[in-house]
């Protein structure tokens, strides 16, 4: 993409952090100086008093969106954007896994982008279904992961996994956790999961505190089908889409979920890896030093 070629530029800050919505009206300058059109969203909109800046409509068409916070607000644009929308995260804090432009690298890596010099990562998708046992359906698309689990004052629960119509297992446990790659080193990884490589084409799954030790990680297909129903009645259950999105969850309920044709189109900082962002964020880089 060259430098003509960007035109729109949308700017969405995490809504609870100051910082944020300052380093957004920050860009929102330094872009129009620059004549590219811009649209901040709603709350750093209204933080900018008298600004004729339009308001960010994650519906309509930008060439490039970036994404000032964290990897929950990249995770909250990403499901909404048109697919093959550039998306810049910047990180305001630590480094992210998906968000692993550093603020300081901001303006340097734009100019990069504006001279097309850049490069993306498509990241999978997955499209979930609640279908409920009176026949009422619920779509969703995540990033991360769709998480099957108990409340917190709720029993075990039972769960059937079926795989491309194919009992595979019956779990009793708090839950279930089907990840994408991306999702790999999210609340998957807090059950015990493997980290995965995100341009794999796999999908994962992991039981939370099951009851039999044997039910580990599995790892399935990215073109396979797979569906979980729940076998328990009574109980408070939810299934949670990307940590942000919920909905309970009745006794037969299913849920189908499959890799989405979906992607989420992700700029690379340049020079960093996904393992250097595994270093960096999992503190694997630190030395170990040994006393005799």
């Not at 896994?97 to 303006?107: D, G, K, S």
């Not at 409920?132 to 995540?142: K, T, W």
């Not at 995100?198 to 039910?215: A, K």
Request: hydrophobic fraction near 40%; aromatic fraction near 6%; glycine fraction near 8%.
């Amino acid at each position: 993409m060259s430098e003509s070629e960007i035109r729109s530029v949308g700017v969405v800050a995490k809504r609870s952090s100051r910082e944020a919505v300052h380093a957004a009206h920050e860009l929102a300058a330094w872009l129009g100086d620059r004549e590219v059109e811009v649209a901040l969203d709603e709350v750093a909109s209204r933080a900018a008093e008298g600004s004729t800046v339009a308001t960010f409509d994650p519906e309509s068409a930008y060439d490039l969106v970036v994404v000032l916070g964290g990897d929950g607000t990249l995770l909250s644009v990403a499901r909404t954007l048109p697919r093959g929308t550039p998306i810049m995260g910047v990180n305001m804090g630590r480094l992210g896994f998906l968000t692993e432009v550093n603020r300081t690298e901001l303006y340097e890596l734009l100019e990069e982008v504006f001279a097309g010099d850049y490069t993306t990562e498509e990241r999978a998708m997955m499209d979930v279904e609640l279908e409920r046992h009176s026949g009422q359906r619920h779509g969703f698309v995540v990033l991360n992961d769709a998480v099957i689990g108990k409340s917190a004052l709720a029993r075990i629960i039972e769960l059937t996994l079926e795989v491309d119509g194919h009992l595979v297992a019956r779990y009793r446990a708090d839950g279930l956790i089907v990840a994408t790659p991306t999702g790999s080193t999210a609340y998957y990884l807090s059950a015990g999961g493997p980290i995965v490589e995100p341009g794999l084409p796999m999908v994962v799954v992991t039981p939370i505190c099951p009851h039999t030790l044997s039910q580990r990680p599995i790892v399935i297909p990215s073109e396979s089908a797979i569906q979980v129903t729940l076998e328990t009645p009574r109980e408070e259950v939810y299934l949670t889409l990307d940590g942000q999105e919920g909905k309970n969850m009745e006794y037969r309920d299913k849920v189908a979920m499959r890799l989405s044709t979906k992607r989420a189109t992700l700029i690379k900082s340049p020079g960093r890896t996904f393992y250097d962002s595994l270093r960096g964020k999992l503190h694997w880089g630190e030395s170990v030093s040994y006393t005799h």
